[in-house]
C-alpha cells in the first residue's frame, strides 16, 4: 500500500558557536541521510544508544525543528514546505508521545481538561462535545470516568502514560512518534503500556514510529526496525530479518543485551565497551570503528555505505 511516512535523506545539523563572537565552528550532523518509509498501520522502530540522533529523527519529521535537508512527505505531502496555516491543519494527524509524560502535563490542569484542550484549540469538536470525547478516549486507554476530574499527581507513572496516550489519541491521529514511550516505567507496567500501544494500533489503524534505547521493546511492536548510531542507520531491515539474521556489529552488540526466549537460537555475543563518541567530533570512516571488535584499517578510512544485502536488509559495514 501506499507509505503514510516518506523520510528520504533526512539531515539535521546543529551550528557549533564558539568564541565571545559566536561564530559558527562546524556542525554537529545529529541526523545525517536517515530514510524511512511507514505504511499505514505498520510501526517502525528507530533503536540506538541515547545521543544517536533517534530524537531528533522524531522531531524533525513532525516539523517540531527544521530539517536541514531531505525530504519528509506525509501522505505524499512535503511538510517542512508547508506555511505555518497549512502546517496547522495537519498537526492533529501526526502525534507525539514523550517519555515522561508528566512534564507535558500542568499539575494544576485537571486531567480531563489537559485531554480536550487540544481538541477544543483545533476547532476539532464543541465544548458540549469535549467531555463525551474525553471520556471515550480515556476509556480506550483503560482509564475511566472516575479519572476525568482528577490532577496529574493523582496518577501513577504507568497511568499518566496512558493520559499521555488518551491525549494524543483523541484527535484522531494516523501517526503517533513515540519518543521512549515505557522507559521510565517498571518492566511490568512496559507490557501493559506495549499491549496498550498494539491494540490501539489494531482498533484505530494507527502507525507508530516508536524510539528506544531498547531492542526488546520495540521486537514485539515493529513491522520494520532501524539503527541507528551517531546520526546514520547501520542497518535497517524487517523485525523477523532482523533478529533472525542480524549483520551490523552494533546491531549484534545491541541484540547480545536482548535476553533469548529460545535457547537454542544461539546469537554471537558481542559486548560493547566505551561510551558513544560525541556527535560534534565523530570518528572517522565508519563511525563505529573506536567500538567495533571486528574493525580493520579499511574501517579507519572508509565510509562503509548502506547497501541491500537482500530484500530490503540494508546494512553499512565493511565486512557485511
Ligand atoms: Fe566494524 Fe568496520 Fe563494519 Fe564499521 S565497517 S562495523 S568498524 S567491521
Ligand atoms: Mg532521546
Redesign the pocket.
Known sequence: SEALLEVKHLKKYFPVKQGLLGRTAGHVKAVDDVSITLRPGETFGLVGESGSGKSTVGRTILRLTDKTDGEVRFKGTDIHSLSAAEMRLIRPQMQLIFQDPYSALNPRIRIGDAIGEALLDHGLCTKAEVRSLVLEALEACGLSAYHIDRFPHEFSGGQRQRIGIARALILNPDLIVADEPVSALDVSIQAQIINLFSRLQQSKGLAYLFISHDLSVVEHLCTSIGVMYLGSI?ETATRDELFLHPL???TKALLSAVPVPVPRLKRERIVLTGDIPSPANPPS??K??TR?P???E??KAEI?LLRDAGAGHLV?????
Open positions: 547501520v551490523h556489529p552494533y570512516g565508519c563505529f570503528h567495533c571486528f574493525a580493520l579499511v574501517c562503509p553499512a559495514c565493511h565486512l557485511a
